[in-house]
């Protein structure tokens, strides 16, 4: 009852305003553009519009990604409310990375991340989910909320998935055909060609071929304090130490290449096989230890000199597959698709480090970290229709196999100069064992359309099974009574969505989802011994759940559309990291007994004349968590109110168009921690302009953060204010600004 009062408030607060320019408009006429109707998704399986799902889905299609130079997972998500990506800037991560997505409070590895229907590797300690690319995109779909019933583990949040361009995208009729496109981003210094061909060499034979060389450097951060703002800056400056308001020199270059060959011998038949290579390498100038090395325990300093560290990273994310779709026709299926990909990726970490030791022996220290995950998938799904009576049944039943093997190792070298000895220390740090992991799922869900197609049904299935065999090498430390052991477990999973159309207008919706997130090899068999700290394997770790219900309201008119829906999850068995029982110098993973989090989102879209244009887009939520039944509730961090208003403009007798896009967010006065930093709020302009005279290509220009305000956003309300040194000096809180006045431009030439 609750939380029915907390969304009838909000809905009048949030959504109302967004729908009384709307209701007063809905007579006019104008060009049926812009509906929710004209976006097609792949996230359902049934390739349904979005107005057709009881789900809220965020979509970023081909046209927005190059207007706005879209080239991060942190400008992905920049008009998404409610959505945060956040920067990784620790000591022991310094390459400007990102660590994947926060969906409704929930992020990591709980969101799926997926590129052509192939989940994207997670995220261990100290690494990153970048491993995204958005050359050769046609459209980004984040579905929000647990999605596991179509999509399995890792969807517990949501999903956030790629599609990638086909050959019809570039050839569109023609025999042959492509782009060049090229880019530059003054907040990274980042420039980025594209070359993108495509070719028909037979009515059913078509090729497709994508190049792409992106370079950047560190980003500006502009209105980031050099002293560290909140924490002061205990960086050893006069020893060469990068301020607490810059980042490392850093120098990125990626590379990516995409090939696809379609083939289509019959009407009925139709073949795919491709190949997708992303290459990204980055060489950092770590500066940020320089100096006297202070020990993290004592707070005193140890006599060691840090006097240089170079580091490199190497991420690879590659995709090999077969894709065949087979229409029968006269039977129940309408088509069968079968998909066999092979997925290897690898995370490879670097160092070298010259320190002089409190002896005064010189020293240099060689350090390596090598995570692979290699996942081979086979899917298999069916789609067909049926009636019983008069009722339509539209439905997509499938397989979903795959088995990942993971693979760590993390070796560190010393070589003393003074005195010629070497030594060698195998799996320190974060520890864990290798592991294979085998998953078979079935799926099913139906669409029930009925009462003269007003009314809907989806009810959704799925069986779920997993299995985590550890292997540990000779690396691997164990803890005496927490050694690896084998995990397995089966879920079934249920979902139902029901959507009732008043009239062509205006529909409601409300579905009900259930999703989980089985333990990693990482929280399950980390470990560390050790005297003064130690990791302690947690292999009984149960796999975090969770029950999700949601109420939506749509409306669509000849001249635009709003939605607006409510949320409620509730989280059990939700896995908490480096849990440090009191009175110990041990951390762990445990499950803590409930995170909820409920808020509401609304969005919306006019035609004000055939040239002006605005959307309006909001997000509010709130979080709970409690650790035990008997704590008590604390918050749970998720973002504030904030939202998006744009206003666009077009000039076709000049080829022109103006866009102007306001983000606004409230500051956070709740958080997990009482003591961690709370942002306050802020509003930032941004201006985009895409002039395409016909003749010579399309020019884009892009001014973000136009009046150059500093702020920071809902990830770094993680930040303690108060930290020990080390914390502090490896990642301060000014590394979470948001970049200062930035701008992007691009030219792109078709041929």
């Known amino acids: 009852m609750n939380f029915l009062c907390r969304t009838a408030v909000l809905l009048s607060t949030v959504a109302v305003p967004a729908l009384l320019p709307?209701?007063?408009l809905a007579q006019d006429d104008a060009p049926e553009e812009g509906h929710l109707g004209t976006i097609v998704l792949s996230t359902d399986r049934q390739g349904a519009q979005v107005r057709d799902i009881p789900a809220n889905v965020s979509v970023i299609d081909e046209g927005e990604i190059e207007a706005r130079n879209i080239t991060d997972m942190q400008e992905l998500t920049r008009y998404t409310p409610g959505i945060t990506v956040q920067r990784q800037t620790s000591s022991t991560d310094p390459f400007n990375t990102f660590g994947g997505f926060t969906i409704r409070g929930v992020g990591g590895n709980r969101v799926q991340m997926q590129v052509d229907g192939s989940r994207v590797p997670e995220r261990i300690i100290d690494g990153t989910r970048d491993y995204l690319d958005f050359s050769f995109t046609k459209q980004v779909e984040i579905v929000r909320g647990p999605a596991s019933v179509l999509w399995g583990s890792d969807a517990l949040g949501g999903v956030v998935a790629l599609q990638t361009l086909d050959p019809e995208d570039v050839l569109q009729g023609r025999d042959r055909g492509g782009s060049i496109r090229t880019s530059y981003d003054s907040v990274n210094n980042g420039t980025d060609v594209e070359l993108t061909f495509g070719q028909k060499f037979t009515p059913n034979l078509e090729f497709l071929i994508g190049l792409s060389r992106e370079t950047s450097n560190e980003t500006e951060l502009s209105n980031a304090r050099d002293d560290g703002g909140a924490w002061g800056c205990p960086r050893n400056v006069d020893w060469g130490a990068t301020t607490c308001g810059e980042l490392d020199p850093t120098d990125t270059t990626s590379t990516r290449g995409l090939a696809k060959l379609v083939w289509t011998p019959t009407d009925s038949h139709r073949f795919e096989f491709s190949a997708d290579i992303l290459d990204r390498e980055t060489t950092v100038d770590h500066r940020v230890t320089l100096g006297p090395v202070v020990s993290g325990f004592t707070g005193l300093p140890t006599g060691e000199i840090i006097r240089g560290y170079d580091r490199e990273l190497e991420l690879s994310r590659k995709r090999y597959a077969v894709e065949h779709e087979w229409t029968p026709g006269g039977s129940i299926f309408d088509s069968v698709k079968t998909t066999l990909a092979y997925t290897p990726n690898s995370y490879s970490r670097t160092g070298t480090e010259y320190s002089t030791s409190a002896a005064g022996?010189?020293?240099?220290?060689?350090?390596?970290?090598?995570?692979t995950e290699k996942f081979l998938e086979f899917d298999i799904q069916a789609n067909g229709s049926f009636r019983t009576g008069s009722a339509l049944h539209e439905f997509v039943v499938?397989?979903?196999?795959?088995?990942?093997?993971?693979d760590y190792e993390r070796i560190d070298r010393t070589h003393n100069i003074t005195t010629g000895d070497n030594t060698e220390r195998r799996a320190g740090g974060f520890n864990f064992a290798n592991a294979t992991t085998r998953r078979t799922d079935i799926y099913l869900q139906d669409k029930i359309t009925f009462g003269g197609g007003q009314f809907e049904l989806t009810p959704g299935l799925r069986f779920a099974t997993y299995k985590i065999?550890?292997?540990p090498n000779a690396?691997?430390?164990?803890?005496l009574g927490s050694e690896p052991i084998t995990r397995k477990d089966e879920k079934l999973l249920k979902s139902l969505g029901a959507t009732y159309r008043f009239n062509d207008t205006y529909s409601v919706w409300a579905k009900y989802?259930?999703?989980f997130k089985m333990p990693t090899a990482q929280q399950l068999y980390t470990s560390l011994p050790g005297s003064f700290f130690e990791l302690i394997p947690a292999?009984?770790?149960e796999p975090e759940e969770v029950k999700n219900i949601e109420l939506g309201f749509r409306g669509e008119y000849d001249r635009g559309f709003f939605s607006v829906n409510a949320f409620k999850a509730d989280y059990s068995n939700f896995i908490e990291s480096f849990y440090n029982p009191p009175g110990t110098v041990s951390y762990t993973y445990r499950n803590i007994s409930t995170v909820?989090?409920?808020g509401i989102e609304a969005s919306g879209s006019w035609a004000l004349s055939d040239a002006l244009a605005g959307t309006i887009s909001a997000s509010y939520q709130k979080g709970t968590q409690e650790v035990n039944e008997t704590s008590g509730e604390t918050p749970h961090n998720v973002s504030p109110l904030t939202a998006t208003v744009g206003l666009s403009y077009d000039m076709p007798q000049y080829d022109l168009q103006l866009e102007a896009i306001g983000t606004f967010a409230a500051g956070i006065k709740d958080t997990a921690s009482p003591t961690a930093f709370k942002p306050a709020g802020y509003g930032v302009l941004d201006l985009y302009a895409t002039w395409t005279p016909t003749r010579v290509g399309k020019f884009t220009v892009g001014i973000q953060n136009v009046f150059d305000r500093r702020y920071f956003n809902a990830s770094a309300a993680g930040y303690e204010a108060t930290v020990a040194n080390n914390v502090a000096a490896g990642n301060p809180i000014e590394l979470q600004t948001g970049t200062g006045r930035s701008i992007q431009v691009s030219y792109q030439m078709e041929f």
């Open 398 to 406: 499938g397989i979903d196999a795959d088995v990942t093997d993971s």
């Open 361 to 371: 022996d010189e020293i240099v220290t060689y350090d390596s970290l090598d995570y």
């Open 469 to 471: 065999d550890p292997r």
């Open 475 to 479: 690396d691997y430390q164990a803890v």
């Open 596 to 598: 909820e989090v409920w």
């Open 22 to 24: 709307l209701t007063a």
């Open 513 to 515: 989802g259930e999703g």
């Open 539 to 541: 292999p009984g770790l």
